[in-house]
């Protein structure tokens, strides 16, 4: 017997990559649920071959569902991940609302699937940010071999992380530098982002870092190891799809870039393109669609002990968000903690 599975907010980026990635990885659902709010009433979502109609999360009796996929923001999830887990269902959020409570883990398969099992306390498991994920999927093999003192990572991140009115704004913002005499003001950034760059994602907190920032420090904390010292720049740039981030490791041991490119080859969910060479590296161009995390351009650092610079690319809706959540959930009938419903 399969699982029922919901997506809340099905309508949005993430959801809808949500229910392509149950599909294309054949997970194993009996029935699949897409949920909205209320003005989505009745709107149709692909998923798969089939074709869905969105149900009011008001009126949703999650009690028939075995697992949740939430991603509709985190007034949502403060609201309703409790109400749902409280039905039997486990919620695996997407926002960042639970990721700081200790009994919640916040999970990346690859990096600590270990920690899943106290999803149990609140029947919620959350997802990390997107920058945070693709980060640490690399940096954990790394760390496990030459334990890592330090990060300054500087982070390339396309709009779609920041929602479809923002992937709007840099296409409108777009065509709109190639008419004479046309300009669009900016509405979802605080400044025009295309051809541009905006050194500025959430909220600015009193220490000067944005909150963007101080979520990639507490998380790979977190996830990790909280002796990890890190320092980040959150960069928005004029991108769809896929985030990048120039990462730069200092670590307790040696270790050499032949070493470390060895190291990523093995390593899960990484995919190492490190020719150097000109194209010898991945950009998010080519990252987009793919659940791989790219790592290039591996070289040491000798202006520290024991330094290495990396390149780091993915689809920031897929490792930074949907594929994560769907890897969630299949460790959790992987390691038998999740039965389905009779």
């Not at 295309?194 to 000067?208: L, Q, S, T, W």
């Amino acid at each position: 017997m399969g699982y029922k599975v919901a997506v809340v907010g099905a309508t949005g980026n993430v959801g809808r990559e949500m229910m392509n990635v149950l599909t294309e990885r054949r997970f194993p659902a009996d029935e699949i649920f897409a949920i909205a709010s209320r003005r989505s009433l009745g709107t149709e979502v692909s998923c798969g071959d089939q074709t869905l109609k969105c149900q009011d999360l008001e009126q949703f009796d999650f009690s028939k569902v075995d697992i949740c996929l939430m991603s509709a923001g985190s007034a949502v999830s403060k609201e309703w991940s409790p109400k749902i887990g409280a039905k039997g269902a486990v919620v695996i959020d997407n926002s960042s609302y639970w990721r700081y409570d200790q009994d919640v883990p916040l999970i990346v398969p690859e990096v600590n699937a270990d920690a899943i099992s106290g999803f149990a306390k609140k029947n919620i498991i959350a997802n990390p940010n997107c920058s945070t994920a693709q980060m640490v999927v690399a940096l954990k093999p790394l760390h496990d071999a030459a334990k890592i003192k330090r990060v300054v990572v500087s982070t390339y991140q396309s709009v779609s992380g920041a929602g479809k009115d923002a992937m709007d704004e840099l296409w409108a913002q777009t065509k709109a530098k190639y008419v004479p005499g046309q300009d669009v003001e900016p509405n979802k950034f605080p400044k025009q982002i295309a051809f541009n760059c905006i050194p500025h994602i959430d909220v600015f907190m009193e220490d000067g870092f944005t909150k963007e920032e101080w979520k990639m420090v507490a998380e790979t904390k977190k996830i990790m190891d909280p002796k990890i010292k890190l320092t980040a720049t959150c960069v928005r740039v004029p991108v769809f799809v896929g985030h990048s981030e120039s990462v730069n490791i200092e670590f307790e041991r040696p270790i050499s870039a032949d070493e470390a490119r060895e190291i990523l080859r093995d390593a899960p969910g990484v995919l190492v393109v490190d020719k150097r060479e000109p194209g010898g590296y991945v950009t998010p161009v080519e990252a987009a669609g793919e659940y791989a995390t790219y790592v290039s351009r591996i070289r040491e650092d000798t202006t520290v002990e024991n330094g290495l610079a990396l390149w780091i690319v993915a689809d920031n809706l897929l490792k930074g968000a949907a594929l994560n959540a769907v890897q969630i959930a299949e460790t959790l009938i992987s390691r038998n903690l999740l039965k389905a419903a009779a």
